[in-house]
Structures are given as C-alpha cells and as structure tokens.
C-alpha cells in the first residue's frame, strides 16, 4: 500500500512533490493505515541519459539534493521509497531503460535506499512473444536486486503479456495483469484493446491504455486464484479522488481492489483530497479485507450480463458477485451492479456464494446461519473527514483522529485487530442469512455492497473454544 506519482501528475515529478506528499500522508493518517510506499514513477532521469560510467542520472532540476536525501527523508517519517525503471532500452517516457543494465541499476537503486522498484515494459526490443522469453527478461533485474542484498520489492509492469499470471510470482512480489486504468467505471475504448473475458486472447498484443475498472474486472476474473500471499495481481493505480467517477463508483473500484489483493497505491493529489475521497481510501473495515491474512483473493462466483440485467449507454450493463474465504472463517461477499438501472433485490444464494468449497450446495458451509455485516456502514462522516483535512497543523490533525477513534495499523497490525475482533473492522450487522437460504441486498447503479458474512454457531455445538447455549448463540 502507499502512494504512486502516475495518475495524478505524469511526468511532472519533483523533490517537493514527494515531500510535500509524504507529509500529508503521514498527518492525515494514512501511512497509520498502511499507505507506506511513496513510489516516484517515470520522468525522474535526466534527459541526456546515463553519465560516463553508465549509472543512471536524476534530473537535479526536478531533485537538486539527489534521491538518496529524499528517501532518507522518507524513512525519517516512517515511510518507504519506490522508484521506477523499465526493461526496455528505454522507460515508457523514453528515458534510459534498465534492459542490459541491470546490476548497475539495481546497485544505484539500492545506493539511494529504494525499497520498492515498479518494472516497466516499454521498448523491450522484441524480447517478447513467449513467457519464457519474458520471464528471463525480468528475472534478470529480479536476481540483480536480490545481488544488492537490499529487501526491494518488485512490482512487474507488463499488463498481462506473455501469461505473467503464470510467472511472475516466482520472480517478483506483484505483477501488473492488465493496460494502464483511466478514471472511468465502465467507458469501453479502443486504446484499451483487448478481449477481457478471453484471457488467452492471441491478439492481446497491445494491452494498451484507457483501461476502465469494469474492463479490469472482466480480465481479471479468470485469473484472481493466481494471487498468493507474497505474490498479487496489481489492478493498476486507484483513481478514487481524480474526479472522473461518482462516489459510488469509487467506493466500488477502491472495495473491489482491496478484496482482490491488488496492491492500493492511491494515484491522486493527496494534498488536495475531498472528504469523500479520503473517507473511502481511509476504511479500516475494506482495507482489513485487503490485509487479511489469508492473503488470496476473492474470485467471482456469478455474472450476469443477460436481457435481465439494465444496459447502460455503452451496452455493458451486468451485475458480479464475488466471494472469498477469509482467514478467521468469515467469508467477504461483493455484489457489483455495473448497470444503469438501480437494482431493488440483488441476491446469490449459500450454495453460489460457498461454491470453492463444494459446487451444487455441496459446502458444508451452506448448513450454517450467517450473520451479514456491512462494511461500509462506519464510514468516517463527511463533517469529520473535512474537519481533518482542514486542520491546520499535524498535530491538530492526531488529535481529530484520536478523537474520531480511528484505526491504526501501526499500533496495532490488521491481523491483530481481526484476532482480537475490533469493531473498527467488521462494519455493522444488517442482518442474518439462514441454513441454504439467499444473501439479498439492494444495489445502486454503478455501485457495490460489501459484505463479511459470519458463521453463527448453532445450538449445542463448541465454537471457537465456548459451548453454545441459546444465550451464547443470541450474543453473536
Ligand atoms: C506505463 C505504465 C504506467 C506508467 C507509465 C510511465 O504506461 O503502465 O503505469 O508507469 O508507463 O511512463
């Protein structure tokens, strides 16, 4: 989790921006929550490329102190810093690339403490077209870094190509599964090219640009199983606070990140964020979904995309749900309503929702009563998310959230907090679903409802080391 320069500012990355970022993310209680990569993407070289011993050059108008000053800073704070190159003669801005320079670069990385190196795939030369191909491409800045000796994470760019979905977890600690996203919840665009439900789509050569979260979605769906702890399919960069989707859009885009163990880099200006951007992007209960420690995604049980289902204006219309087992035994449930029309009643049944365990109704699980939390109910309020953001020191800001109650993940990890069944991370009980019967909710257009069932022990039984009686039974 942390913060990416990309989405937001392009090429316009400087000294001051990370800084000045870093700042706010700290104040805001961010970093608290687990935003602690502060990445600097591409642009941050110097045009005439690579000085006379062949090390890569920081521009020293954009960073007249270097780069290992700004990640000291950043360490100061209690943050961590990612940088970015590619493996291509040059990055996808066309500045000098790391292909054929590898322990060079990898040692100037680790020169200048970064703890994190996105890889890009730009000009890769014609070193692609199998997945071996591309994997000993990668591997070789993978081992490279593994040379320095420093703990960098690895976060591949190649957008899917040659099956990374298959590779790039031996290699590398996330892997980049689909073209760039644009802040759009559902617009189709041609520079966003391929086929998302064929994942073995021959012709998806260019995964391009304009990707919109329901297209990542549709690609990802075949493949969310392949996410381990250690090893995740990165959505790409949020969107959440850039402007271009409603509220409920990026409540969904943001939930359904974090359910699928994407990594969260927030893309926009976390200087100037709204109250509602922040009190999506802060929710204890969806990232805890993100932190869990069983670490695998959820994956979708249900599509539907039929004559049902409303269309929008782009003919793309369709209702997921989606569900993942969770470490502690409970199961997150998400039901996404990509259409144009609100939907009064969207329902799956135990028997969909608890398919991994057993298709047909099969899973044991089915048997159970479930109490149905909402994970969106304690969302910070506006009032009090714009009383932080308009603070006017840091430490006015500690004090709002201490006031507020708000979770700290540096206090106390996210699998604390499970373990020890912290409110701030379980929402609020809507209500109960009972043995083989049907989770129902309403969902807004554009919208998802994010939901952690939870089993309810049955009479007579010992659950969770105390004996059921009718009393135990009603206090779950
Ligand atoms: C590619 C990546 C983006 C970003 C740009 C930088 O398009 O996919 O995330 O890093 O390059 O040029």
Request: net charge negative; aromatic share 10%.
């Amino acid at each position: 989790m942390g913060w990416n320069n990309w989405n937001a500012f392009g090429c316009d990355v400087s000294e001051s921006l990370l800084l000045s970022t870093s700042e706010q993310l700290v104040s805001l209680g961010l970093r608290d929550l687990g935003y602690q990569y502060v990445v600097l993407d591409d642009c941050w070289q110097k045009e005439s490329g690579r000085d006379q011993h062949g090390k890569l050059q920081p521009e020293p108008k954009k960073f007249p102190n270097g780069l290992k000053s700004i990640s000291d800073r950043l360490h100061e704070q209690g943050l961590k810093f990612g940088m970015y190159s590619s493996a291509g003669e040059m990055t996808c801005a066309r500045y000098a690339g790391s292909l054929d320079h590898e322990i060079d670069d990898a040692e100037s990385f680790a020169s200048w403490g970064v703890d994190m190196l996105k890889y890009d795939s730009c000009y890769h030369m014609g070193r692609i077209g199998t997945p071996l191909i591309s994997f000993n491409r990668f591997k070789t800045m993978s081992d490279a870094l593994q040379k320095t000796g420093r703990n960098v994470l690895l976060n591949l760019c190649n957008w899917g190509e040659d099956f990374v979905h298959t590779w790039g977890m031996s290699i590398a600690n996330s892997w980049r599964m689909s073209g760039d996203i644009y802040d759009s919840f559902t617009r189709p665009d041609d520079l966003c090219g391929c086929d998302p439900t064929v994942i073995s789509d021959p012709f998806c050569i260019a995964p391009g640009t304009h990707c919109s979260v329901l297209f990542i979605l549709n690609k990802i769906a075949p493949i969310a199983d392949r996410s381990i702890p250690g090893s995740f399919a990165d959505m790409d960069m949020l969107e959440v606070g850039q402007g271009g989707m409603t509220d409920e859009e990026y409540k969904a885009h943001f939930a359904l990140w974090a359910a699928l163990k994407s990594p969260l880099f927030l893309g926009n200006d976390v200087r100037a964020m709204s109250a509602s951007s922040y009190s999506i992007v802060n929710n204890p209960a969806i990232l805890a979904l993100s932190q869990d420690p069983h670490g695998r995604a959820l994956t979708r049980v249900r599509r539907d995309a039929g004559p049902d289902v409303a269309k929008d204006q782009w003919g793309v219309g369709e209702t997921h749900v989606w569900s993942g087992y969770l470490d502690n035994g409970d199961e997150a449930v998400v039901f996404l309503n990509a259409g144009a029309a609100d939907l009064d009643d969207m329902s799956c049944s135990l028997a969909e929702i608890f398919t991994a365990f057993g298709p047909g109704g099969s899973a044991p699980h089915v048997q159970h009563d479930w109490a149905v939390y909402d994970l969106w109910a304690h969302r910070m309020s506006e009032a009090t998310a714009a009383g932080i953001i308009a603070a006017a020191t840091a430490e006015e800001r500690a004090a709002l959230l201490k006031k507020a109650d708000w979770f700290n993940a540096t206090e106390t990890s996210y699998a604390e907090g499970l373990r020890n069944g912290d409110p701030r991370l379980f929402g609020e009980k809507i209500g109960v679903v009972e043995a083989g019967g049907v989770l129902r909710a309403p969902v807004k257009s554009h919208a998802a409802r994010v939901f952690r069932l939870r089993r309810i022990a049955k009479y007579g039984e010992t659950f969770k080391g105390k004996s059921i009686d009718r009393v135990a039974r009603d206090e779950l």
